[in-house]
T-cell receptor
Framework: DTAVSQTPKYLVTQMGNDKSIKCEQNLGHDTMYWYKQDSKKFLKIMFSYNNKELIINETVPNRFSPKSPDKAHLNLHINSLELGDSAVYFC??????????FGEGSWLTVV | AQSVTQLDSQVPVFEEAPVELRCNYSSSVSVYLFWYVQYPNQGLQLLLKYLSGSTLVKGINGFEAEFNKSQTSFHLRKPSVHISDTAEYFCAVSAYGGATNKLIFGTGTLLAVQP
């Protein structure tokens, strides 16, 4: 029943590894996002997709590559993980111009 | 471009007391305004939103907020808080942008309710 679901919720991995976070929404929304929340709880948009097309890319390092196989899914792949990538990553979706609905977050710890 | 300022990083308050969490925004275009709540180790939940119409909006859990265009503010209020309201509260703004819509968040206010 979860509207925006993302997996895994917790992920601990070593520096240099490659990892993916998956996101699915069952709300029928056209737009999906990835947001990053840093250790100071500051939230910032990373990417936005509309109907599988990249709309927003907020100067995120190339090591981060979003992929949208269909409009209900937006996965985030991260190559060569660094300590500074440790954060909470939120997937979200929106029907259009206003309200954005967030998933439960994925807590990534790079050691 | 838009920006959001939450002046208080932490607001301690006693249970059953009223509370106001302040939010000011800056934008050269019309905006939508939101308050989200994040309980410890959980995701972001929408508390309330202002899109248009009445400037006083009511949300979940007894919270309300008032949009003040002249003061560019959207303060969040609750007349009587509970221990369970302890959480991080984020004010956010988005411009009318259609597919390029994105939320700009404030830095958050930790509401710490004490018995």
């Amino acid at each position: 029943d979860t509207a925006v679901s993302q997996t895994p919720k917790y992920l601990v991995t070593q520096m240099g590894n490659d990892k993916s976070i998956k996101c699915e929404q069952n709300l029928g929304h056209d737009t999906m996002y990835w947001y990053k929340q840093d250790s100071k709880k500051f939230l910032k948009i990373m990417f936005s997709y509309n109907n599988k097309e990249l709309i927003i890319n907020e100067t995120v390092p190339n090591r981060f590559s979003p992929k949208s196989p269909d409009k209900a899914h937006l996965n985030l792949h991260i190559n060569s993980l660094e300590l500074g990538d440790s954060a909470v990553y939120f997937c979200a979706s929106s029907p259009g111009e206003n309200t954005i609905y967030f998933g439960e977050g994925s807590w990534l710890t790079v050691v | 471009a838009q920006s959001v300022t939450q002046l208080d990083s932490q607001v301690p308050v006693f249970e059953e007391a009223p509370v106001e969490l302040r939010c000011n925004y800056s934008s050269s275009v019309s905006v939508y305004l939101f308050w989200y709540v994040q309980y410890p180790n959980q995701g972001l939940q929408l508390l309330l939103k202002y899109l248009s119409g009445s400037t006083l909006v009511k949300g979940i859990n007894g919270f309300e907020a008032e949009f003040n265009k002249s003061q560019t503010s959207f303060h969040l209020r609750k007349p009587s808080v509970h221990i369970s309201d302890t959480a991080e509260y984020f004010c956010a703004v988005s411009a009318y942008g259609g597919a390029t819509n994105k939320l700009i968040f404030g830095t958050g206010t930790l509401l710490a309710v004490q018995p």
